[in-house]
């Protein structure tokens, strides 16, 4: 966590809110082509439920998922089926660029290889990290998995007018190399997590609340 990926996730998050607020306006948000699309209604397992009955969990539902960069920040997006909010825990994640060096042994894991980008939005109510919804990001590739810096911000929620809702998280491009420019994003998944894995690792639990195949690649521009 740095000072100064708070800021500018807030900065960034602010005008974010501003561009895309419109909900209901003439131009859609969401991108023609987003890089990753998941079929609604499949979300299931929270808490320490049976994965085996389903149970409708509109907000860690993703429908979306899509990249959009400026020349210095690159935001993760994901429509889901109703607006995240604090005490849901969930977490929204979008990941890529697959781990050469993985030994794909986590059962929570969607396919076979973890990726080396990962970007987050949580929304939970316990544990020690911030009480108000937050951006994550690392390059695990670049830093070592869990034991370099992660980068946090603040996330923007847009209610949208049929009840959906887009979360969308703003990360600097200077935190790896692999997001300049006309670098591509590889190997793109979106998954939503019971985010009280974060605290409670311990406990046996189900983690994976919804899940997306690698979808289409992104080029930063
Ligand atoms: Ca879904």
Redesign the pocket.
């Known amino acids: 966590m740095t000072r100064v990926g708070t800021v500018v996730g807030t900065v960034i998050g602010a005008m974010l809110l501003t561009l895309i607020a419109p909900a209901g306006a003439e131009r859609s948000p969401i991108p023609p082509r987003p890089n990753i699309t998941?079929?609604?209604?499949?979300?299931n397992g929270i808490h320490y439920s049976d994965v085996a009955t389903p149970v409708q969990i509109p907000e860690a539902?993703?429908?979306e998922a899509w990249f959009t960069n400026d020349h210095k920040t690159i935001t993760a997006h994901w429509h889901v089926?109703a607006a995240p909010e604090m005490g849901d825990s969930v977490q929204l994640v979008m990941d890529g660029n697959p781990d050469p060096n993985d030994d794909a042994t986590e059962v929570q894991r969607v396919s076979s290889k973890s990726r080396c980008l990962f970007f987050s939005v949580v929304f939970r109510t316990v544990g020690t990290v911030p009480d108000k919804p937050y951006t994550a990001f690392i390059d695990g590739c670049l830093y070592g998995e869990l034991g370099g810096p992660w980068f946090m911000g603040k996330p923007t929620v847009t209610q949208l007018g049929d009840g959906t809702a887009i979360v969308s998280g703003t990360f600097s491009r200077t935190l790896s190399p692999a997001l300049k420019t006309k670098r591509v994003i590889t190997g793109i998944r979106a998954r939503s997590w019971n985010a009280d894995w974060l605290n409670e690792q311990s406990r046996p639990m189900i983690r994976t609340l919804?899940a997306?195949p690698p979808g289409r690649d992104y080029k930063v521009r």
């Open positions: 998941d079929i609604a209604g499949d979300a539902d993703i429908i089926s919804d997306a």
